[in-house]
Every structure is written in structure tokens, then in C-alpha cells.
């Protein structure tokens, strides 16, 4: 199963036409695509059932994220070696580090991005995971059970200041407007051959930069929702941004960065596209 947000409306998407809940349901669900997650199980009932044969064909640039207004959006570093390395960083055992990307930089899948003026503005193609049942103290075995599903994300980043003073500045580094795309929808974990092995691309004008499979996070989706639950909740609709594989601009001998007119494609096999622009 495919969810979107369509218009700021929740959708199910069937064979790429498009089927607005509130009406398929008789208002039954919310056109709110953020409030399904406190209903998933109840969702996943009705939508297996449901009658939707009537889609109708809508324009990617009208999509926004699956969930757009999480409560938590946890975002993991330094998750796979390859990127550790090319940062300067010892792999992290444990606990990888966690940090935020502010709900007002999350987007849709198809965007136009302001550069911010002096910075360094880098990409890191991502697995994001979107939680469908409250999880708390889960352990590894049982955490798929508490992923509504996953899609393709954008963890872009501003070098700048996200390195500027005496502690790292991640989470204000990687807030920046714009700066947190996520889609194009939300696929569920069942419509995967292995959801723990996906491939991840991403270019830049065309050219690639990043390619890496998720099989090789350190900390894998149900490792990191066994790990961050033993902390705290993770609560229906929250996302988490899985980590980048190697390929960044910051790790490039020389270094690359984002300039106006680049345009960023991201990929996740199973999932579709990101397509991002900048604009100086
Ligand atoms: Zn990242």
C-alpha cells in the first residue's frame, strides 16, 4: 500500500492514480494525512477491503510528505561506515548520534530550496521510516510491527553552521527551510521482497554521488526503533531519518556543494523519487 499526501489530503495511491480517503472512507478517515497514524491499524483494515478502482491522475508537485507534522522526527549520523569514515569519525557502537530536523523544514517531495546565503549547503539521501503503532521498550524482533512504512528522505544539511561553535549544531544545521523532504508516499513494509536491504541513489545534474544499500546501516530500522524506545515513546506518525551512505559533498577530495541551479535527485528502490532545485 501506497499513502500520500496530496494537496494536503490523505491518499491512497493505486496502480499511480490517486484516491482521496476522506472520500473513498464516506468520512470515515480525516483528509488529514498526519492523523491516519494514530488510526493505522484501523486504516490497514479498511483500505484492504475498500473498493479503489477510482483513482484519477494527479501532478507529483502537488504531493507533500506522508506525514507532515510528526510530533518527533528523530534523525540518526553517522549510520553507515563508508560516511562515518569520509566524516572523520570513529563508527558509533551503542548508540549512534540522534538529532532533530525541526518540523518546519519538512517538505514534499518535489521543491524548489532557498541556499542559505554563506553557507555550504550538502545532500544525504535517506531511508525514513514513519511510525504506525506507539512503540516503547520494543525489541528488535518486534519493531517492523510498529512501522507504518518507509520512504525516500533528503537529510540536506548546511556545513557551515551545522560545525560552527564548541558542540556540533545538527539539528539547527539541517532545518533550514525546505531542508527536510520526504516521499513521494509512504510504502508499506509488506510491499517490500527484504524492507532491511533497499538500494539508495542520489545525483546531482545527473551525475551520481551517492549509492549504498541500506543492508549496511550499522544500526538497521528495527535496530534503531528497539534502541531510541528504549529511551523514549516513539509515537504514531513520528519519522525518523535513517542515516546517508558515503558520497556526501563535505567527504569529497575536493569538497562539493549545492549551488543555484543544481537540481538533486534521491532514490530509494521500491519507493520513487525526490527531486529538489536551488535557488540562490
Ligand atoms: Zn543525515
Given at each position: 500500500?501506497?499513502?500520500?499526501?496530496?494537496?494536503?489530503?490523505?491518499?491512497?495511491?493505486?496502480?499511480?492514480?490517486?484516491?482521496?480517503?476522506?472520500?473513498?472512507?464516506?468520512?470515515?478517515?480525516?483528509?488529514?494525512?498526519?492523523?491516519?497514524?494514530?488510526?493505522?491499524?484501523?486504516?490497514?483494515?479498511?483500505?484492504?477491503?475498500?473498493?479503489?478502482?477510482?483513482?484519477?491522475?494527479?501532478?507529483?508537485?502537488?504531493?507533500?510528505?506522508?506525514?507532515?507534522?510528526?510530533?518527533?522526527?528523530?534523525?540518526?549520523?553517522?549510520?553507515?561506515?563508508?560516511?562515518?569514515?569520509?566524516?572523520?569519525?570513529?563508527?558509533?557502537?551503542?548508540?549512534?548520534?540522534?538529532?532533530?530536523?525541526?518540523?518546519?523544514s519538512?517538505?514534499?517531495?518535489?521543491?524548489?530550496?532557498?541556499?542559505p546565503?554563506?553557507?555550504?549547503?550538502?545532500?544525504?539521501?535517506?531511508?525514513?521510516?514513519?511510525?504506525?503503532?506507539?512503540?516503547?521498550?520494543?525489541?528488535?524482533?518486534?519493531?517492523?510491527?510498529?512501522?507504518?512504512?518507509?520512504?525516500?528522505?533528503?537529510?540536506i544539511?548546511e556545513?557551515?553552521?551545522?560545525?560552527?561553535?564548541?558542540?556540533?549544531?545538527?539539528?539547527?544545521?539541517?532545518s533550514y527551510p525546505g531542508f527536510?523532504?520526504?516521499?513521494?508516499?509512504?510504502?508499506?513494509?509488506?510491499?517490500?521482497?527484504?524492507?532491511?536491504?533497499?538500494?539508495?541513489?542520489?545525483?546531482?545534474?545527473?551525475?551520481?554521488?551517492?549509492?549504498?544499500?541500506?543492508?549496511?546501516?550499522?544500526?538497521?530500522?528495527?535496530?534503531?526503533?528497539?534502541?531510541?524506545?528504549?529511551?523514549?515513546?516513539?509515537?504514531?506518525?513520528?519519522?525518523?531519518?535513517?542515516?546517508?551512505?558515503?558520497?556526501?559533498?563535505?567527504?569529497?577530495?575536493?569538497?562539493?556543494?549545492?549551488?543555484?541551479?543544481?537540481?538533486?535527485?534521491?532514490?530509494?528502490?521500491?519507493?520513487?523519487?525526490?527531486?529538489?532545485?536551488?535557488?540562490?
Open positions: 500500500m501506497r499513502i500520500a499526501n496530496l494537496s494536503g489530503r490523505l491518499t491512497l495511491i493505486v496502480d499511480g492514480k490517486a484516491i482521496d480517503v476522506e472520500q473513498a472512507s464516506n468520512g470515515g478517515f480525516s483528509a488529514d494525512p498526519q492523523a491516519v497514524y494514530e488510526r493505522w491499524d484501523v486504516f490497514r483494515t479498511w483500505a484492504a477491503a475498500a473498493d479503489l478502482s477510482a483513482g484519477a491522475a494527479f501532478d507529483p508537485a502537488d504531493l507533500g510528505s506522508p506525514a507532515p507534522a510528526p510530533r518527533q522526527t528523530l534523525a540518526i549520523g553517522l549510520n553507515y561506515r563508508d560516511h562515518a569514515a569520509e566524516s572523520g569519525f570513529a563508527a558509533p557502537e551503542g548508540l549512534p548520534p540522534v538529532f532533530t530536523k525541526f518540523a518546519s519538512i517538505t514534499g517531495p518535489v521543491t524548489e530550496v532557498k541556499l546565503g554563506g553557507g555550504h549547503t550538502d545532500w544525504e539521501v535517506e531511508l525514513v521510516a514513519v511510525i504506525g503503532r506507539r512503540a516503547e521498550g520494543v525489541a528488535e524482533a518486534d519493531a517492523w510491527d510498529h512501522v507504518a512504512g518507509l520512504a525516500v528522505g533528503q537529510d544539511s556545513r557551515v553552521s551545522q560545525l560552527a561553535g564548541p558542540a556540533p549544531q545538527f539539528s539547527l544545521g539541517k527536510a523532504p520526504v516521499g513521494p508516499w509512504l510504502v508499506t513494509p509488506d510491499e517490500f521482497d527484504d524492507p532491511d536491504d533497499l538500494e539508495l541513489r542520489c545525483t546531482v545534474n545527473g551525475e551520481e554521488v551517492q549509492k549504498g544499500r541500506t543492508r549496511d546501516l550499522i544500526f538497521s530500522v528495527p535496530a534503531l526503533i528497539a534502541r531510541l524506545s528504549a529511551v523514549l515513546p516513539l509515537l504514531p506518525g513520528d519519522v525518523i531519518f535513517t542515516g546517508t551512505p558515503a558520497g556526501v559533498g563535505l567527504g569529497r577530495n575536493p569538497q562539493r556543494f549545492l549551488a543555484a541551479g543544481d537540481e538533486l535527485v534521491s532514490t530509494v528502490e521500491g519507493i520513487g523519487e525526490l527531486r529538489q532545485t536551488f535557488t540562490a
